[in-house]
């Protein structure tokens, strides 16, 4: 099943925020794009090149879309991350470090030239089991 919760900025129509099958729920990478959810020309980059400000947005969109699946972070299984600079790693574990529960789960972060958008400096997809989340 494929998911785009109302609660988080709408995609550009080529993607689904979400797929879901049985208890597996594999997230998109999300990023920090305005509410309007453009991610084209016309759209803006929250925080650009900020990696706390960004990593803020990310993480609270990954947390709604856990949220309209009865999930939370503690049903992360994977977390991939791609970072333009790897220097802001800290500032990104920072943030993430309020999200993630301990012990994190398995986990992946890469050193990308660019992201799709300029002013992206982080962007982050996550797989969940939410066989133990009640929905």
Not at 45 to 74: A, C, H, K, W
Not at 97 to 118: C, D, H, I
Request: aromatic share 6%.
């Amino acid at each position: 099943m494929k998911l785009n919760p109302p609660t988080v900025p709408p995609t550009n129509g080529r993607y689904s925020h979400a797929a879901r099958t049985g208890d597996l729920l594999f997230v998109s990478g999300q990023v920090a794009v305005d509410a309007s959810g453009e991610v084209d020309a016309s759209g803006e980059v929250v925080g650009p090149g900020d990696m706390t400000r960004q990593s803020e947005v990310v993480y609270e969109n990954l947390r709604l879309i856990l949220e309209d699946q009865g999930g939370t972070f503690e049903d992360v299984v994977h977390i991939r991350t791609f970072l333009t600079d790897m220097d802001g790693l800290l500032d990104h574990a920072a943030v993430r470090g309020r999200y993630m529960p301990s012990p994190p789960p398995a986990s992946t972060t890469v050193e990308v030239s660019r992201l799709f958008m300029p002013g992206l400096v982080v962007e982050v997809e996550l797989v969940a089991d939410l066989a133990g989340s009640g929905r």
